[in-house]
Structure formats: structure tokens, C-alpha cells
């Protein structure tokens, strides 16, 4: 690992009621190998499964288990003095119990109290059996605290204690360890910048059964909004229906229709320093919507007409203040063309262009390969990467472009 040139963090672990628990030391000795200062709050149901003499020798701090202090001496008020002293809050294992009370803000026990004490970031390292897991309940809340800034740790797939297989398996304290050495010092180039960015499809309505869309997945503006998360920004995502998860420490905006886009991106677009129009808006939709279901049986055929729809990127890029403006150009030909006129007459700072006709980088790959150009024309041709690859280059561009208004600023 890298040294690191800022102070030492302060990692507050919470160790919750399940089997899992019996990583958390191994998980303790890599932050401290880490350099991180680590500090317990071992819950009751966790002492079933790891001692707290263990805890304290690993982290070489004192394990906290009650919410009120045993020594009469002692006027340390415990969740207040461990929030202050927290640059982070870890629960690991996190089972569905404390995700419960956490997401409904309960405060019976130390863990629940200083997590709601705490005004800083907090990670959960979900553990529980699969079916748990799979239960609406738990993913309800799950989501619930996605959405509220919570960050998540994708469990893993494999056996579990009880013998079932599938989801539910706390990720090795391995993972946890790199995401936490991640999520600290990662390039915080978007640091104070809010970026709005629109991901996938729109479904435009015939009946009230079938639809107009396309083929795209939404991974390209998911993959952004990691990113951009990771460097600091505060993103807010709007996706068109897709099969991928919340994005914890993302806002998540989740609409059907092109109109409905429009909508949330005029609601943010004026708040905003960043606009990214990663979504596939269909160019059409149909003129007519036709109520309840088209029967097959009523008529031989039907002749569809379709109408230009509203164009979500053209607008924002009239409105454009100080926002800097980025819209993809998914062509199957005469890509750089097509892209610079796109960039032009929709008032754009770059154009992501990419072949959606070549199998590695269309909708729905891993993988994409695109040219990144500015308004000046300058372009930058990266060979074929993962998305989230085209994702950091994209947002190393913006850096310049950050870095160039604030010489700008400095000479005026």
C-alpha cells in the first residue's frame, strides 16, 4: 500500500450478532497494519462469537459493550465521545437486526446510539443467511439506507455456517480493508462539485402493455456515478428502467419515460455543476397511446405512427450557465461526424462517442471504446476498457477543465 501523507484516520468498528464475526479480528489487524487507530463497540449478541480480550488486543484500544458506563467514576458519555472521535463508522458483520434499526433509527444500545450520534460516513458489511437476505424486508431497508447515504458492501455468493448456498456472505475482511483504503483516499477531484448524470433506456408507452425503447443497460452512467462518488462528488443519478442495484452514496432517481426524465433533470439540472446525459432517450415515441391492450384478435395489423420526442440534452444545453456539459454520441457510423455535430448544435463542453455496432463496446458490454471530444476538437482515442476505466478518463478530463476555469477566474 501506498504511504500516506495525511493524518491517521480514526476507524470506529461495529461488530454486530452473527457468525460472521469471527473475521473481525483478522479485519482489525489489517487496519492496523494499515495504520488506521481502530476502536470496538461489540454489541451483546456479538460476544457470543468473538471475546472482547481478543478485540482490544488486536486494536490496542478499550472495547466498548454499554450504552451507559459501568464505572461510577467514569463521565465519559460513551456514543457522544466515540462519535466525536470517529473519521468513520464500520459495522462488520452488519446482520439484519442492526440494518433494521439503523435504517428506522432506533438508539436502544452503544452501536445504534453513536451511529445515530455520528454525522460522518458509514460503511455496513452485511452478513446474514440467504434466504434472510432475499427477504423484501431486508432490501427494503437496504435500499432505504442507500439512499440516505449509507454506504454497502456487496455481500458474496458461496456456502454459508447453516450449509445453504447463494447471497448473504460477508465480504472477506481482504475486500473491506481495500474498499475502506478506497473510499479514504481516492482522488478527490470532485470534492464540493454536485454532478447529475442520466443513465439506460426510456420506455415510451403504446399500450398499457407494450413499449418503445432500446438496448441500453445503464451501465455506462451507473458506471460514472460510481466514479464520480469515489472522487467525491455528490451525484445524483436518473435511470431509466434497468436490472442494476442502487448505488450506495448516490441519489437514486429511478423514472420511466423520457417526460419523466425531463422532469427530474430540470428539477437538479439549475443546482448542479456537472450535467452528464449518459441515458439512451428514444428519439420517438409512438403519436397515439392507445388505452388498456391492442388484441391481436380485433385487427389483421396496425399501423403505429411515431413523433419526435423531446430532447432532454438539446434543452439544458440552451439553459447552460456554469455548468459543464457532457452527452454520449452512440452511432453506428461516421462516428466523429456525427458526434462533433451532436457536441455543436446541443451546446455540449465534450461528446463521448462510441460504435455501438461493434460487440465489445455496445449496450449492455462491460467494456466500451470511445473517443472523448472537446469543443475545440481536440479528441483523445482510448483502446478498449472496462467502463468504469472510460469513467475515470472522462472525469481526469473535467479536472483540466476545473483546473483551466480556475486560472481563468484568477486572471480576471
Request: glycine residues 6%.
Amino acid at each position: 500500500m501506498e504511504q500516506r501523507k495525511k493524518k491517521i484516520e480514526n476507524i470506529l468498528i461495529g461488530i454486530t450478532g452473527g457468525i460472521a464475526a469471527y473475521k473481525s479480528p483478522e479485519l482489525i489487524r489489517l487496519l492496523r497494519k494499515e495504520k488506521f487507530n481502530v476502536k470496538v463497540i461489540l454489541t451483546k449478541n456479538a460476544e457470543h462469537f468473538v471475546a472482547p480480550l481478543t478485540l482490544a488486543v488486536l486494536s490496542e484500544n478499550k472495547v466498548y459493550t454499554d450504552l451507559f458506563s459501568q464505572n461510577k467514576e467514569d463521565e465519559e458519555i460513551s456514543h457522544i465521545s466515540l462519535a466525536h472521535w470517529a473519521d468513520l463508522i464500520l459495522v462488520a458483520p452488519a446482520t439484519a437486526n442492526i440494518i433494521a434499526k439503523v435504517a428506522h433509527g432506533l438508539a436502544d444500545d452503544l452501536l445504534t446510539a453513536t451511529i445515530l450520534a455520528f454525522p460522518g460516513e458509514i460503511i455496513l458489511a452485511p452478513a446474514m443467511n440467504t434466504v434472510m437476505f432475499n427477504n423484501p424486508i431486508y432490501q427494503e431497508n437496504s435500499k432505504r439506507l442507500i439512499r440516505m447515504g449509507f454506504q454497502i458492501i456487496d455481500t458474496e455468493q458461496g456456502l454459508l455456517a447453516c450449509g445453504d448456498y447463494g447471497d448473504g456472505r460477508m465480504a472477506s475482511p481482504e475486500t473491506i480493508c481495500t474498499y475502506i483504503i478506497q473510499r479514504l483516499h481516492h482522488n478527490q477531484s470532485l470534492k464540493d462539485k454536485k454532478i447529475l448524470i442520466t443513465a439506460s433506456a426510456t420506455r415510451e408507452p403504446i399500450d398499457q402493455i407494450r413499449f418503445i425503447s432500446n438496448y441500453s443497460t445503464g451501465k455506462m452512467g451507473f458506471a460514472l456515478a460510481e466514479v464520480a462518488r469515489n472522487r467525491g462528488g455528490s451525484v445524483t443519478l436518473i435511470t431509466g428502467p434497468t436490472y442494476l442495484k442502487d448505488i450506495s452514496g448516490v441519489k437514486m432517481i429511478r423514472v420511466n419515460t423520457a417526460q419523466e426524465m425531463r422532469e427530474q433533470v430540470l428539477k437538479y439540472f439549475n443546482h448542479s455543476d456537472i450535467f452528464i446525459s449518459a441515458a439512451a432517450v428514444s428519439d420517438f415515441k409512438p403519436a397515439q397511446h392507445f388505452p388498456g391492450k391492442i388484441k391481436k384478435t380485433s385487427q389483421q395489423s396496425i399501423q403505429l405512427v411515431l413523433e419526435k420526442n423531446i430532447d432532454i440534452l438539446e434543452e439544458v444545453g440552451m439553459k447552460k450557465n456554469n455548468q459543464i456539459l457532457i452527452g454520449f454520441a452512440a452511432e453506428v457510423n461516421s462516428l466523429e461526424e456525427n458526434a462533433l455535430l451532436k457536441l455543436k448544435s446541443k451546446n455540449l463542453d465534450y461528446i463521448i462517442a462510441n460504435d455501438v455496432s461493434q460487440k465489445d463496446s455496445g449496450f449492455g458490454a462491460d467494456t466500451n471504446k470511445v473517443v472523448i471530444i472537446d469543443r475545440t476538437g481536440n479528441k483523445l482515442d482510448l483502446p478498449l476498457m472496462t467502463k468504469h476505466a472510460v469513467s475515470e478518463h472522462i472525469f481526469d478530463h473535467l479536472q483540466k477543465s476545473f483546473r483551466k476555469h480556475h486560472d481563468r477566474d484568477m486572471i480576471e
